[in-house]
């Protein structure tokens, strides 16, 4: 079963404008989320994280939005650059199951120079 | 410093064949956690070690096993390979048993084909 998912496969933004990334998520015990972003041949890289005590986390050009109610988050990229170009996953735990985190199918975002 | 490293980056077996993947989590770190990335899908929880101890296991058959040393690097065990255990295999390290509040941080990756 699918804990996590993301229903987009792939997205492409023109630069300077805003990417959003959605992820939906079943399980109501998860409070702690991660988004990562990973290139073809190299491990996933961490970007940000929100826990359930949020609704919202900032970090750069990278901010994500946590809807509790409606078990979903978003990662908006504002503004994108093509050095963003990459697969994001997002992905989830509940506090008291150490690292085990339930990770989405990916969505690809192309950025447009 | 050092991040997570992985060893062998690539490797080929064949079927029934077993296979060995290490590990060595960034210095300090005291957890290691094994994922599985097939083709097209997200990462998916195999085993968590910390101070060498199981600490959760996700939904793999026996023929997985890993284990952890004392200092804290891994191994990763697959016997009795089948054309499905064609993935990615992932390693990721955290200071401690839980990540709320901080990250896991990954290696690159064993790639790992079964013919």
């Known amino acids: 079963d699918q804990q996590v998912k993301q229903n987009s496969p792939s997205l492409s933004v023109q630069e300077g404008r805003i990417s959003i990334l959605n992820c939906d998520y079943t399980n109501s015990m998860f409070d702690y989320f991660l988004w990562y972003k990973k290139y073809p041949a190299e491990g996933p890289t961490f970007l940000i994280s929100?826990?359930?005590?949020?609704d919202k986390n900032e970090d750069g050009r990278f901010t994500v939005f946590l809807n509790k109610s409606a078990k979903h988050l978003s990662l908006h990229i504002v503004p994108s650059q093509p050095g963003d170009s990459a697969v994001y996953f997002c992905a989830a735990s509940a506090g008291n199951t150490g690292n085990q985190f339930y990770f989405g199918t990916g969505t690809s975002l192309t950025v447009i120079p | 410093d050092a991040g997570v490293t992985q060893s062998p980056t690539h490797l080929i077996k064949t079927r029934g064949q077993q296979v060995t993947l290490r590990c060595s989590p960034i210095s300090g770190h005291k957890s290691v956690s094994w994922y599985q990335q097939v083709l097209g899908q997200g990462p998916q929880f195999i085993f968590q070690?910390?101070?060498?101890?199981?600490?959760g296991r996700g939904n793999f058959p026996d023929r997985f096993s890993a284990r952890q040393f004392p200092n804290y690097s891994s191994e990763l065990n697959v016997n009795a390979l089948l054309l499905g255990d064609s993935a990615l295999y992932l390693c990721?390290?955290?200071?401690?048993?839980?990540?709320?509040?901080?990250?896991?941080?990954f290696g690159e990756g064993s790639r790992l084909t079964v013919l």
């Open positions: 990721a390290s955290s200071l401690g048993l839980n990540t709320y509040g901080g990250e896991l941080f």
């Open positions: 929100i826990s359930s005590i949020k």
């Open positions: 070690y910390y101070e060498k101890e199981e600490r």
